[in-house]
């Protein structure tokens, strides 16, 4: 089985700061790795994820994570964040050898400071 | 409605009574899941259906039933509900990979409150 760490669990930032939430997993086999974000009173949204390819990839509102697979991370950064980055994050690893089963960390709860 | 929705958004019972949550998706996928999300948990699996009749058991499955007789739809069934079984309970659904590539889509969430 496969366990997700955010070793962060709450995260204060001013608005227009940069920001990394950070994402470690445990296995070291083949990983399909995602970050969901949920808004309050909300279920989750897909936010990115990293299937195969370049390590690095981008969402639409300007988050970007970088798979590194020597560390086994896949930290979430934003350069700038605004009011309405204010949210729960999550963390989620699948492998190849846990097929459809989602792995989640405990979160980490960013609040953007005006 | 197209998209993933459960039912009811708020439930309060009382300790010992029967519960079921009602989850249903529109776009056919083969897998389901039902999760349950307490503070300094995260989100923990109760237990998944890979397709119509198939299911397993997640790391928090005590205390719950589920089935799936017909691909749409995955209630959750709390035989009788204990305090702890206090929280939110999110559905999601995703695309059959037997490597593992497709995200899970959401629903919006039953917060259960067991008196």
């Known amino acids: 089985a496969q366990s997700v760490t955010q070793l962060d669990s709450q995260v204060p930032v001013f608005e227009e700061a940069p920001v990394e939430l950070r994402c470690n997993y445990s296995s070291s086999v083949s990983v399909y790795l995602f970050w969901y974000v949920q808004y309050p009173n909300q279920g989750l949204q897909l936010l990115l994820k990293?299937?195969?390819?370049?390590?690095l990839v981008e969402s639409i509102n300007g988050f970007e994570a970088e798979f590194n697979k020597s560390q086994t991370s896949f930290h979430l950064r934003k350069p700038s964040v605004h009011i309405s980055d204010t949210a729960e994050y999550f963390c989620?690893?699948?492998?190849?050898?846990?097929?459809?089963?989602?792995?989640f960390g405990t979160g980490t709860s960013l609040t953007v400071i005006p | 409605d197209a998209g993933i929705t459960q039912s009811p958004r708020y439930k309060i019972t009382e300790t010992g009574r029967q519960v079921t949550l009602m989850c249903h998706q529109t776009?056919?996928?083969?897998?389901m899941f039902w999760y349950r999300q307490d503070l300094g948990h995260g989100l923990r699996l109760i237990y998944y259906?890979?397709?119509?009749?198939?299911?397993d058991k997640g790391e928090v499955s005590d205390g719950y039933v589920v089935s799936r007789s017909k691909t749409e739809n995955f209630p959750l069934t709390l035989e009788s509900a204990t305090r702890s079984q206090t929280s939110v309970y999110f559905c999601?659904?995703?695309?059959?990979?037997?490597?593992?590539?497709?995200?899970?889509?959401f629903g919006p969430g039953t917060r259960l409150t067991v008196l």
């Open positions: 989620a690893v699948r492998s190849s050898n846990t097929g459809n089963q989602f792995y």
């Open positions: 776009w056919s996928h083969s897998y």
């Open positions: 259906s890979a397709a119509a009749d198939i299911t």
């Open positions: 990293y299937l195969s390819g370049s390590t």
């Open positions: 999601a659904s995703s695309e059959s990979s037997g490597a593992g590539r497709y995200e899970q889509f």
